[in-house]
Structures are given as C-alpha cells and as structure tokens.
C-alpha cells in the first residue's frame, strides 16, 4: 500500500496464490506467498523486496510448512485464519483444516444427508470449494491474460444427469453429451478493442440414478418420456432461458440426445433459438448437423462479462436462475408445469 505521507518511500504488497490470475472466490485461491517491495528515490536500481509470509498446505487446508515474517490472515481460499485456534472463519461457520472438518452443524444439512453434516467439500477440496461454510461449489471458471494480449476463458459447468423415461439410454450418454457441449461453446470472440477472447468450454456431467443425488445448485439435464406439444410445436426437448433445468425425450437416439441436450443447455445458458443457420447448436435437431457450433456473437454474449471480470455473470454460469432455491424442486416443478410424462 502507499504511505500517507508522500515523503515515505512507497510501498506495495504483493499476494501470489494457486492460480493465477483467478477471479477471487472461483478457483482454490490459498495463498501461497507474500511478498512487499520498497523503492527509494524513484530509483528502479534501488528496489527492495521483503519476503514475508510463504506456505504451503495440505488438500484439506493444514499447513504443511511455512515461512513467517509478517502471517497473512486470509490463507485457505481466501478465508480468515484465527491466530489463537488456527480455524477459518467460513462465514456460517468455523472450519478445522487439521481434521478437515467444519465444528458445527451445516445449515443445509438436510440436502447433504448421505454426506453428514461436518463434512468439507463432499472430501474432494481439490476441486471444490465452500464460499461461506454452507454448500460446496464447483471451480466453474478462470480468466488467463496471455502475453500477445488475448484472453483464454476456461468454463466449466457441472450438471446432473438422470433418467426418468421408461426407455435405457445408450451406454455412454454423458460423455456424449460433454464432447457436444464442448464443441459448441468452445471458441473465440472479439472483445473491446479488439481483445481476443479464446474460450475453453467443459461440462461435468454425471450420470445417476436417483432424484435424492441432485445437488441443490446443479444444473438437471433429465431424459423423459413425452413431452407435450408446447406452443404449437412438439418439441425433442425443453428449457427455459437462464435456468438450470432441461427437458429431453428418451425416444431420440443417443446422438439426437447429445445434441437436444446441448442445445437445451444453451438456452439454460440465456441464448434463443436460431433456426435460420444451419450447423448452429441452436438450430433444431435435423438443421444443427453432427457437430454444432455457437456463433461468435452468441459465444460473446454468454461469456463476455466472465472475461471482463467474471462478477456480474457468476450465477448465470453456475445455477442460474434457480427459482426454488433448490435443484430437485425446480425439476419436479418445471416437469409438472409442461406436463411432461415420466416413469416417476
């Protein structure tokens, strides 16, 4: 930080955490080292650096060694560590790295019954994080800045996959359904000035079997029987725009499936049906051909403002608008509101 009295020497802090250039809260953010620098007399040659704090840490957020000059608090994705009892303050409650358990219990227990209500990040803190010690959420996005000036974007969304139609799905949907989604949002767009924004798309999908399995942010790709004519038309699938539920026929074929399910999934992520351009993921089935595409202009709309700085647009990306508050009833209401049949 500067000094208040211009004629100190200025001083800056500088922190370095697991990954670079993150958007603070959306990746493990532990830091790492901190380190301050001291010019005198404007004079480049007369820089000093002062290293004081470098750690390291165990998955669940023990120290596993450390160099202290100066302890930074904030230390474990970006939570406070009390000096006297070494907990994080995770906002709901405290957290204990040492066991890697929270003390108390979770206040959304109900939804995580079958993990119990101390654990941290359903055991796997390499991938995910608890912002505020209630839920865990997934790594969803970061931002790089490359040295020619260009941006690369990676995107991750995490969605559910279930069955709820009387037919079996072909072995292998979900990754189908990945290598589809990959396809049509991965790409490059123009932003301000030109910018060039390279966006590395993924989606985690994970096949299972019951409703109870449905995280309460997640986004729900179902498969279903019928779906009822809805505006005159008789649709292979439905969503709504900029939510976390789609619906998908199970008479379709694998491949049908994959691309209904992109296609559905970028409605969930706020783009509108584009019927006119063949090859175009929201084109519909017969018209988008075997490896649908979004165009830069749609690739530019969902995912500009994450690499801007990613704060206004980080809901949109990970559960949107999840009316309920919870995944499963959104399910059970959006398949009740289309009249959707199910084996269920």
Same mark, same amino acid.
């Given at each position: +930080?500067? *000094?208040?009295? *211009?004629?100190?020497?200025?001083?800056?802090?500088?922190?370095?955490?697991?990954?670079?250039?993150?958007?603070?809260?959306?990746?493990?953010? #532990?830091? &790492?080292?901190?380190?301050?620098?001291?010019?005198?007399?404007?004079? *480049?040659?007369?820089?000093?650096?002062?290293?004081?704090?470098?750690?390291?840490?165990?998955?669940?957020?023990?120290?596993?060694?450390?160099?202290?000059?100066? &302890?930074?608090?904030?230390?474990?994705?970006?939570?406070?560590?009390?000096?006297?009892?070494?907990?994080?303050?995770?906002?709901? &409650?405290?957290?204990?790295?040492?066991?890697?358990?929270?003390?108390?219990?979770?206040?959304?227990?109900?939804?995580?019954?079958?993990?119990?209500?101390?654990?941290?990040?359903?055991?796997? *803190?390499?991938?995910?994080?608890?912002?505020?010690?209630?839920?865990?959420?997934?790594?969803?996005? $970061?931002?790089?800045?490359?040295?020619?000036?260009?941006?690369?974007?990676? =995107?991750?969304?995490?969605?559910?996959?279930?069955?709820?139609?009387?037919?079996?799905?072909?072995?292998?949907?979900?990754?189908?359904?990945?290598?589809?989604?990959?396809?049509?949002?991965?790409?490059?767009?123009?932003?301000?000035?030109?910018?060039?924004?390279?966006? #590395?798309?993924?989606?985690?999908?994970?096949?299972?079997?019951? =409703?109870?399995?449905?995280?309460?942010?997640?986004? =729900?790709?179902?498969?279903?029987?019928?779906?009822?004519?809805?505006?005159?038309?008789?649709?292979?699938?439905?969503?709504?725009?900029?939510?976390?539920?789609?619906?998908?026929?199970?008479?379709?074929?694998?491949?049908?499936?994959?691309?209904?399910?992109?296609?559905?999934?970028?409605?969930?992520?706020?783009?509108?049906?584009?019927?006119?351009?063949?090859?175009?993921? +929201?084109?519909?089935?017969?018209?988008?051909?075997?490896?649908?595409?979004? $165009?830069?202009?749609?690739? +530019?709309?969902?995912?500009?403002?994450?690499?801007?700085?990613?704060?206004?647009?980080?809901?949109?990306?990970?559960? +949107?608008?999840?009316? $309920?508050?919870?995944?499963?009833?959104?399910?059970?209401?959006?398949?009740?509101?289309?009249?959707?049949?199910?084996?269920?």
């Amino acid at each position: +930080m500067l *000094p208040t009295n *211009p004629a100190e020497p200025p001083t800056f802090t500088f922190f370095i955490y697991d990954h670079p250039e993150v958007n603070s809260g959306q990746a493990l953010g #532990n830091s &790492r080292i901190l380190y301050s620098n001291e010019l005198r007399h404007c004079d *480049p040659d007369s820089v000093k650096y002062l290293l004081e704090h470098v750690i390291g840490y165990y998955p669940f957020g023990k120290t596993l060694r450390e160099y202290v000059f100066n &302890r930074e608090r904030f230390q474990t994705t970006y939570h406070e560590r009390d000096e006297e009892t070494g907990l994080d303050y995770r906002g709901a &409650r405290f957290y204990d790295g040492e066991v890697g358990r929270f003390l108390s219990t979770d206040p959304k227990a109900l939804d995580f019954a079958a993990w119990g209500t101390y654990v941290y990040t359903l055991d796997n *803190p390499l991938r995910l994080v608890d912002p505020d010690g209630r839920a865990p959420q997934d790594i969803i996005y $970061s931002t790089t800045r490359n040295n020619d000036g260009s941006i690369t974007l990676n =995107v991750t969304v995490r969605a559910k996959l279930i069955n709820l139609s009387h037919s079996q799905i072909g072995v292998g949907l979900e990754h189908s359904i990945e290598s589809k989604a990959k396809n049509a949002f991965s790409g490059s767009f123009s932003y301000r000035n030109n910018i060039n924004v390279n966006v #590395n798309f993924s989606l985690d999908l994970t096949l299972i079997n019951n =409703v109870s399995e449905i995280g309460e942010n997640d986004h =729900v790709i179902a498969i279903t029987d019928d779906i009822p004519f809805q505006e005159n038309s008789h649709p292979a699938g439905i969503s709504k725009l900029e939510e976390n539920i789609a619906l998908v026929e199970g008479s379709l074929s694998n491949t049908e499936k994959a691309t209904v399910a992109a296609h559905e999934l970028g409605h969930n992520l706020g783009l509108q049906d584009d019927y006119l351009n063949t090859g175009n993921v +929201m084109a519909d089935v017969k018209h988008s051909g075997s490896n649908p595409k979004t $165009s830069k202009t749609d690739r +530019m709309y969902i995912f500009a403002a994450l690499a801007n700085d990613g704060n206004s647009k980080q809901k949109r990306i990970r559960n +949107m608008k999840n009316e $309920s508050g919870n995944s499963r009833n959104d399910l059970s209401d959006f398949i009740k509101e289309t009249n959707t049949k199910t084996k269920q």
